[in-house]
């Protein structure tokens, strides 16, 4: 068992070598984006590490409709504006054709102003942090749970 | 190296899902009990890795050590990189639910493919050998993690090899990196704790 102590020790030492070294640089790679109203519908797409999606290609649907309303890329800073026609759900497909995809939609009850509050994908206010802590917890509790449960089948037989 | 939801098919979502469960239930049923720290270990060393941003030039890339977990755990790669990036998408939207055992295969797959091929030269107990065998096993688990993306996203219509061009280029980077760190974590391990390197859950 103390052998085991040792590899968990030194695999640590490692990981949190690893973390000591790059701080700063604790960021994920997905995507997320926001639409806002700014003289139509402004969409702005970027990775989590807080880079635009720049050129990425974009698609504009409008409620279930298969074919889309509009499509093309983002600009070099990972935005894109459009005027809706009509009201209902409007939904932006974006995708950089290397993996990364992000949708993002909206409610828009008059085009023609544009005036409602809109709501953009919500990203919970836990910091990176945090999360990477309840992940590897998670990580430990998991490991945990199956190192107790193989201990008792091999006691079982 | 991750795919994002929405990207796929429905058939090859099912197809890696299939994978990723044979391949994670292999991997569990070979684990022994002393193995499991291991695991937990290796599972939180690539959950962390997979977070850390390396800027380089304009852009930045991130630590996959996917060689590394092949090497140290064999067939536990699976379970351990299926877990990992679960919480990965579920905390950082990186990747997606529906598409992790498709995630699952582009990582672990290469990982376990290149620590078979290269076991003759990792269990060699001649010092170079060893350093060649860990720097192929992660230069090699990056490359066919691109190789494996850029598989999926052309039988997903788009065309293989610019998307391929395009995924392996931007990754040569963190190929060499990756395939460094390993053969650095190797020739520690070698020397400080050499019975980590058989992981003998293969």
């Known amino acids: 068992m103390y052998q085991f102590y040792k590899i968990n020790h030194l695999a640590m030492m490692a990981m949190l070598a690893i973390l000591f070294i790059f701080p700063s640089l604790l960021l994920a790679h997905g995507t997320q984006g926001t639409i806002k109203i700014n003289q139509g519908l402004l969409i702005r797409a970027k990775y989590s590490t807080g880079e635009p999606m720049a050129y990425a290609n974009i698609k504009i649907f409008h409620n279930q409709d298969k074919i889309p309303f509009q499509q093309g890329n983002l600009d070099k800073n990972g935005l894109f504006l459009f005027h809706p026609d009509q009201k209902g759900i409007w939904m932006a497909k974006i995708n950089d054709g290397m993996g990364h995809a992000l949708s993002l939609e909206t409610k828009v009850s008059n085009p023609r102003k544009l005036t409602q509050k809109t709501p953009s994908q919500g990203n919970t206010n836990i910091s990176k942090i945090w999360k990477l802590l309840m992940g590897i917890s998670i990580i430990f509790g998991l490991s945990g749970i199956f190192f107790w449960w193989k201990g008792t089948s091999k006691k079982d037989q | ?39 937990g270990i290796m599972t939180a060393a690539f959950f962390v890795a997979s977070l850390i941003h390396v800027p380089i030039g304009p852009s930045s890339i991130h630590l996959v050590l996917n060689g590394l977990v092949g090497i140290l755990l064999g067939w536990a790669c699976f379970p351990a990189i299926l877990v990992a990036l679960l919480l990965q998408a579920l905390f950082f939207q990186f990747g997606g639910i529906s598409v992790l055992g498709v995630n699952t295969v582009i990582m672990a797959l290469p990982a376990l493919i290149f620590y078979f091929l290269c076991k003759p030269l990792i269990n060699s107990k001649t010092g170079y050998l060893l350093g060649i065998g860990s720097f192929i096993s992660g230069f090699g688990a990056v ?19 610019p998307a391929a061009k395009v995924i392996l280029i931007a990754h040569i980077p963190i190929m060499i990196i990756e395939g460094i760190i390993t053969l650095f974590i190797i020739q520690f391990l070698r020397k400080v704790k050499p019975e980590m390197i058989n992981p003998s859950i293969t």
């Open chain 2, 1 to 39: 190296m991750h795919i994002s939801e929405g990207i796929l098919p429905t058939t090859i979502l099912a197809t890696g899902g299939l994978i990723a469960l044979t391949g994670t239930i292999i991997g569990l049923m070979r684990m022994e009990q002393e193995q499991v720290p291991r695991v």
């Open chain 2, 143 to 161: 490359l066919g993690a691109g190789i494996l993306v850029a598989v999926c996203l052309a039988l997903a219509g788009k065309s293989f090899f």
